[in-house]
């Protein structure tokens, strides 16, 4: 019914940047909520930021001031810009997302910061 795909991780120096991209398709009527949670080695999914179909926003304090979530609500599209990269977020990033009051996973997308 409904898909996300997420791109854009990769190997990153400390101190680079990567972008993220969630493009969401399918039977969508309603995009509503979008979040990022990832999952480093050994740990627990956690909530990295999400943002509402309005533009609201919000980022856990281990990356806010580094990390910036945005949308394209016409193209049904999150991305995650991240700045200052450190090797603690080295994880797997999960794209998430509300439609239609349902909520859908994406497969995950590795984000490796070397030191």
């Known amino acids: 019914q409904v898909q996300l795909v997420e791109s854009g991780g990769g190997l990153v120096q400390a101190g680079g940047s990567l972008r993220l991209s969630c493009a969401a398709s399918g039977n969508i009527f309603s995009l509503n909520t979008m979040r990022w949670y990832r999952r480093a080695p050994g740990k627990e999914r956690d909530l990295v930021a999400s943002i509402s179909s309005d533009g609201s926003t919000y980022y856990a304090d281990s990356v806010k001031g580094r990390f910036t979530i945005s949308r394209d609500n016409d193209k049904n599209t999150m991305y995650l810009q991240m700045n200052s990269l450190k090797p603690e977020d080295t994880a797997i990033y999960y794209c998430?997302?509300?439609?239609?009051?349902?909520?859908?996973w994406g497969q995950g997308t590795q984000v490796t910061v070397s030191s």
């Open positions: 998430n997302a509300d439609v239609q009051l349902e909520n859908y």
